[in-house]
């Protein structure tokens, strides 16, 4: 599983390609799939020239970027993402959505929170509404329009 809570904190003193080797080694990858995986996120994502500088100097989409690069180092079937378009500008949104898509189609599976109906309808086969803490519908985007979601109170 990977995970890009939003608000992480990233050892953001470490250049990017250096935090991905570092998670990649606490996610027990082997060193040399490390740099493949590395440098494949990395171009996808747009980080490649800025790949030798310093987290801390990253801007908020860049951020959120090698966070979720951070997510996928391992090669994970499942990315739980909170939020993962918050404070991320137009291209690097589109850039995102794009892996998704590509990771989806590759088997993987996504869940994520957004506040963001538009998001979800583009992304989502299946939703949950959550209010309160409570999920109070889910199912098919087309079963949650029509009012024909399951709820946890029925």
């Known amino acids: 599983m990977g995970v890009l809570p939003d608000g992480l904190r990233l050892f953001d003193r470490l250049s990017g390609r250096e935090l991905l080797r570092y998670v990649g080694l ?49 090669a994970p079937a499942l990315l739980v993402l909170d939020e993962p378009f918050e404070a991320v500008d137009p291209l690097s949104g589109e850039v995102i959505r794009g892996i998704l898509r590509r990771f989806v189609a590759g088997g ?21 509404v959550v209010a309160q803490g409570r999920v109070v519908a889910a199912g098919s985007l087309d079963a949650v329009r029509a009012g024909r979601a399951s709820s946890a109170a029925s």
């Open 26 to 74: 606490l996610r027990r990858v082997p060193p040399a799939d490390i740099e493949t995986r590395s440098r494949e996120l990395l171009d996808a994502l747009g980080l490649t020239g800025d790949a030798d500088n310093l987290v801390v100097d990253y801007s908020s989409g860049m951020t959120k970027k090698i966070g979720l690069a951070c997510a996928l180092i391992h």
């Open 108 to 128: 993987g599976t996504v869940i994520f929170s957004s506040h963001v109906m538009e998001l979800v309808e583009q992304l989502c086969d299946h939703l949950a």
